[in-house]
């Protein structure tokens, strides 16, 4: 599985942007989809996750209100809405792919992609 985000970018506070994270694999068919993010001398942080075969979302309190995942299954494609955008939103943010749980933990994911840079400020 080869999975690639896209979407990222240099916004002022209070901005929004929508992550993309495309798919690709002869086999690709997970359990469920997240998103993560590691912003500079920090560790990684789970922002949201998505069960790949129904409509269960699951996501951080920081996400909660400003950030929707959604996804294309047809497409192989993997969104994040994101809006009101804080300045600790900054990070490179990661999608991943698990085949066991819609889960908050990067432990529960196997297959990650590069990230896309968000930069939040005036």
């Known amino acids: 599985v080869q999975l690639q985000a896209f979407g990222g970018g240099l916004v002022q506070p209070g901005g929004s942007l929508r992550l993309a994270c495309a798919a690709s694999?002869?086999?690709?068919?997970?359990?469920?989809m997240g998103w993560f993010r590691q912003a500079p001398g920090k560790e990684r942080e789970f922002v949201a996750a998505?069960?790949?075969?129904?409509?269960?979302?699951y996501y951080a309190e920081s996400a909660k209100g400003r950030f929707t995942i959604s996804k294309d299954n047809a497409k192989n494609l993997l969104f994040l809405q994101m809006i009101g955008l804080k300045p600790e939103d900054t990070a490179v943010y990661h999608c991943?792919?698990?085949?066991?749980?819609?889960?908050?933990?990067?432990?529960?994911?196997?297959?990650w992609g590069p990230g896309t840079q968000v930069t939040v400020s005036s």
């Open positions: 991943a792919a698990g085949s066991t749980a819609v889960a908050g933990s990067a432990e529960w994911y196997e297959d």
């Open positions: 694999g002869r086999t690709f068919n997970p359990y469920a």
């Open positions: 998505i069960s790949w075969g129904g409509d269960s979302t």
